[in-house]
């Protein structure tokens, strides 16, 4: 007799593939175990918190050591204009993949898709506009973070150190957003497969708890960095 | 045939006890409500950018001058209220198990503590290179040549034995004096040398 054969649940082949899911036997339920996978997310996303409040402490200390100082480089440097398209793109990509998780709530799947494929193109929306209208022209210019730095007309002693800040925190700001993108990619394929429904959609409710982080964030970033 | 708990297979429908086979749907997100917070969100941003290119507020006859620190406060509070907007509604937090909240909430503190002190400790560095700081912080040892270089003085533990020896040498406390470094504990050391002078 093989007994991990006789272990194995039964799973009814007539259910669609996002009814057909077994929760690990060592959970009561269903729920618990998108509970459990919900909170280890949240767990992870305090560490995602504290890896940005580096950069956030970095800025405070610019601003404690050369008051004034930001202010006059960003508005030398950075358009205010560009970041806000950028925050509003963000805000609507929250709300999409919002309604991605409805879609999956109410077992509607072209909602799921839709809402997935628009999420995608203002992330993409995102990434496009940051590198060829912002960070390109910079590169070309030389405003460049710390020793990089080969911009002939500076307008202050400390501007190598404020596009350290600003490159540093906004470029891994959008290497989380590029990351978004592929794991969204994947919710996609895996939506097209039929895996969401509303029994179970725990990967893609945490791949938009991880969205809603990058989007935070940036909720954060914009008026600190190009606004005051 | 005794029963072999091995060959039992697992039906999945009998993993949902009887009371929570209808519980596994929570809360589904309405789609008018999160059109509003949107909405709410756009506004706050417009919001933050109107205050942030403004420079005075005139009511009446007083003008409120909106400096830096007050352009901050301003866009940080409308953060705030984004932030948590997402985070309650988009990321689900008012409608989930607290212990989620706590979390956030265990992670704020870890920031604040983060930024705060270290600011705290940068603010104190800062007057390292003022030298009537200097003096406050080395506890008045502090000595500079002529050309105002800091010349290395003899420190704060000499300092405090010089000015302990300084006090008890000074008239007031002539009568206290002696027993403090001579006859520390004659009772529990006999033998002791008298120590002092």
Known sequence: ?228 | MTHDPLQDSIDPSETLSVHEAHEDHHHVSPFWPMLWVFVVLVVLTFLTVWTSRMHEIVIGNTTIEFGTTLHILVAMAIAVVKAGLVAAYFMHLKYDKPMNTVVVGATIFAVTLFIGLTLGDLDARRFAGMKDMQYHILGGDVHFDAAGNRVKGKGIVQTAKDNAHAESSSPAAQSHSQPATGDAKPAEAPGAKPGGH
């Not at chain 1, 508005?75 to 398209?85: P, Q, R, V």
């Not at chain 1, 957003?177 to 990619?185: D, H, L, Q, S």
Request: net charge positive; proline share 4%.
């Open chain 1, 1 to 228: 007799m093989s007994t991990a054969a006789a272990r194995k649940p039964m799973i009814d082949m007539d259910l669609p593939p996002h009814a057909r899911h077994v929760p690990a036997t060592h959970w009561r339920n269903a729920k618990d175990e998108a509970e459990a996978a919900k909170l280890g997310m949240w767990l992870f996303l305090a560490t995602e918190i504290l890896l940005f409040a580096g950069f956030f402490c970095a800025y405070s200390a610019f601003r404690l050591y050369y008051p004034g100082n930001w202010h006059a480089a960003s508005s030398y440097y950075l358009s205010w204009k560009i970041g806000f398209a950028n925050t509003v793109v963000l805000l609507a990509s929250s709300f999409t993949i919002v309604m991605a998780i409805r879609g999956a709530q109410t077992n509607r799947q072209w909602m799921i898709q839709l809402n997935l494929f628009l999420t995608q193109l203002c992330a993409a929306f995102f990434l496009v506009v940051k590198l060829v209208w912002e960070y390109w022209p910079k590169i070309q210019e030389g405003k460049l973070p710390g020793g990089f730095f080969t911009y002939a007309h500076s307008q202050g002693p400390h501007d190598h150190i404020f596009l350290s800040i600003y490159w540093i925190a906004t470029a891994t700001h959008g290497l989380h957003v590029f990351v978004g993108m592929i794991v969204i990619g994947w919710a996609m394929w895996m939506a097209a497969r039929r895996h969401y429904g509303p029994k179970h959609y725990t990967s893609l409710e945490n791949i938009g708890l991880y969205w809603h982080i990058v989007d935070i964030i940036w909720i954060f970033l914009f008026p600190l960095l190009y606004l005051v």
